[in-house]
């Protein structure tokens, strides 16, 4: 399907903040992803006329990075760290624990498109390892059993938006620093949640 | 050892609000904005940076105000601040983007001042979102009260920030690797010459690259002085440097430091010694890139030249400890996959050769591993940088595939018997 209005707004607005079109293209490219929970052939198509290049470059871009995804995700993305600090901290509990919750191999999605389950490099939490990641929101110092507690709530309750220091209260432990600052704004897709391409969103207490 | 705070005192002066506008400016924020437009005097920004002798934070330690002045001239210049933290081990620019986002505005401002630019890119990794979040509230911030836009503070300065996403490429902190993505390309480095994107950058237009940290010490540089800066570290290293501690320590975090001290005192006052008592068998001194040092070696002084001299780098000042039963054929093999999975895939050296010692790796780490095995890792991390020597030789466009080679140089100069622990002996050798 070829993006709606409103969609096309919002991508014109991102574009208009770069000197040059095609530097809108990651950016526009997260809207596709919003949109469809992947990145699609049509969106390939509505983006490569928006920025002026050809389809395929627009997929070289796409399949370059690895938070663009090919396949269609679940509400929720669950990424779990594997690199060096997360990985002598544990990590493999935590992948074993999501793994075990959801049924799923890495980079998997279940039938009810529920979850997705990705083990991914560094997200900067090192301090607080092991750390995941909800939709880039990010939860530090878990352990098998708060992740499995995380993964039944996020089953049951089905929050729309995901914030990272709601998670954290609720599962996390060891945090990198103190985060000290409150904070109520989160991403309500497998998207980052940011306000430049129009997917921060606040949640209600 | 105490900490010395410039970059993260007013987060600690105002924790629950350091990252308002209102707050910042309360707590003398933007007042070196200030000095510097009344004063008038580009040149002066340039001088005091050069004075200060400030290195570049992101990992290379290049002198930033002799990166400043290569700036070529040009009527459109870019100030692009490199927030694509991703070296494992490595958080403390997520910290200062996310407590003290003005500090960085500030200094983003008083850059393009001095250099005369007038649009600046903040490119932080995806997986900051939400620091990324609070740049961009800052940032609107900083407009609403006239400290960006058109004629900044009725001056004739003008400066437009946007603050962009990555999308989860750690190659993307290579710098011309960062301006290709900028750019909505894949993020592969450029090939050398030119060498500095100083002169051919963003747009083939000259372009500063910098740190999110170096670019966050500049508000206290212009209103201390660069010499009083200079006072502080040692020759070479000069100011105060925001180590990451992670790893097995028992209070793991950020800690800003002036460089000269041992990593065994530092371990020991900030991380409070290792979790259970246990000994320190190594640690990386500088992030995933660095070879690591033992736990004999903790007196080595944390500077850029001692950790040079001893043969790593103090790269991004992500100091890793791994305790005396740490599996450390997992933990290089934990390295070699996540620079398996970063590689760009440009050049061949690294595409297959990191996929190769990854693979290997894993063959022994599974305990189906061979003696020949050893000699294979050897000869595939020669191809990638000949010689295994330090600073390594590449037979690549980026450093990131002899950063591959470091964790395994690391075993088998040190290691070896964990190595050789883990290959069966009764299987002969495979033909």
């Not at chain 1, 409150?182 to 430049?196: H, I």
């Not at chain 2, 030789?393 to 591959?404: D, E, V």
Request: glycine share 8%; proline share 5%.
């Amino acid at each position: 399907m070829s993006w709606d209005n409103e969609l096309l707004e919002r991508a014109h607005k991102i574009i208009e903040l770069y000197p040059q079109k095609r530097s809108a293209l990651g950016p526009l490219l997260y809207l596709a992803q919003e949109k469809d929970g992947f990145i699609s052939d049509d969106s390939i198509v509505e983006i490569s006329n928006l920025v002026d290049i050809t389809e395929v470059q627009v997929k070289s871009v796409s399949s370059f990075y690895s938070m663009y995804k090919e396949e269609q995700t679940g509400t929720y993305l669950l990424s779990v760290c594997k690199s060096i600090s997360c990985e002598i901290n544990d990590s493999r509990s935590v992948i074993n624990s999501v793994k075990e919750f959801t049924g799923l191999e890495n980079y998997e999605t279940d039938q009810d498109k529920l979850f997705t389950f990705e083990e991914v490099e560094c997200i900067g939490a090192c301090g607080g390892a092991p750390a995941v990641q909800v939709n880039y929101e990010t939860v530090e110092g878990l352990t098998p059993e708060k992740t499995i507690e995380m993964c039944e709530w996020l089953k049951n309750d089905k929050p729309e938006i995901i914030v990272a220091d709601q998670l954290q209260n609720k599962f996390g432990g060891t945090k990198s620093f103190d985060w000290a600052i409150e904070d109520n704004t989160g991403s309500a897709y497998t998207v980052p949640g940011f306000q430049n391409i129009g997917t921060a969103k606040e949640k209600d207490n | 050892m105490k900490e010395t705070l410039l970059l993260t005192k007013h987060m600690r002066d105002f924790p629950e609000n350091s990252h308002n506008i209102d707050v910042y400016e309360k707590n003398n924020g933007y007042s070196a904005l200030k000095k510097v437009l009344k004063e008038d005097n580009p040149e002066n920004v340039i001088n005091e940076i050069k004075d200060s002798n400030i290195r570049g934070r992101g990992g290379a330690g290049f002198p930033t105000g002799v990166k400043w002045g290569f700036l070529a001239e040009d009527e459109d210049r870019y100030l692009v601040i490199n927030g694509d933290e991703s070296e494992p081990g490595t958080f403390k620019d997520r910290i200062l983007l996310e407590r003290d986002p003005h500090q960085l505005i500030e200094g983003v401002i008083i850059t393009c001042f001095a250099s005369n630019i007038k649009k600046a890119f903040i490119y932080i990794r995806g997986e900051y979102a939400k620091p990324a979040r609070r740049v961009q509230e800052a940032v609107e911030q900083a407009y609403e009260k006239g400290y960006l836009g058109d004629n900044i503070l009725g001056t004739n300065l003008s400066l437009d920030i946007v603050v962009h996403l990555g999308a989860g490429a750690y190659i993307c902190g290579e710098e011309t690797a960062l301006l290709n993505s900028l750019e909505g390309k894949r993020g592969e480095p450029r090939l050398k010459p030119p060498y500095f994107p100083a002169v051919m950058g963003l747009y083939n237009k000259p372009t500063l690259v910098n740190n999110v940290e170096t670019i966050s010490s500049v508000p206290w540089i212009i209103n201390n002085s660069g010499k009083e800066y200079a006072k502080l570290g040692v020759e070479g290293s000069t100011g105060t440097r925001i180590f990451s501690l992670s790893g097995h320590v028992r209070t793991p975090g950020n800690f800003e430091i002036e460089m000269g001290k041992s990593f065994g005192e530092f371990v020991d006052t900030f991380g409070n010694g290792i979790k259970d008592d246990k000994k320190v068998k190594a640690y990386i001194p500088g992030g995933a890139s660095a070879p690591w040092f033992t736990g004999d070696q903790l007196d080595i002084k944390m500077t850029i030249d001692d950790v040079a001299n001893a043969g790593s780098m103090l790269g991004s000042g992500a100091v890793v400890v791994m305790d005396e039963d740490t599996n450390l054929v997992y933990a290089a093999k934990s390295i070699v996959s996540f620079f398996a999975h970063e590689s760009c895939g440009q050049c061949t050296p690294c595409r297959e050769g990191t996929t190769w010692l990854e693979m290997i790796l894993e063959r022994i780490a599974s305990g189906r591993g061979r003696l020949s095995d050893i000699s294979l890792l050897v000869d595939v991390c020669d191809n990638i940088s000949p010689g295994l020597s330090w600073p390594p030789k590449m037979t690549t466009i980026c450093p990131l595939g002899p950063s591959a080679v470091s964790p395994i140089t690391s075993l088998l100069d040190n290691f070896s018997d964990e190595l050789m622990k883990m290959l069966p002996t009764k299987i002969p050798i495979a033909q």
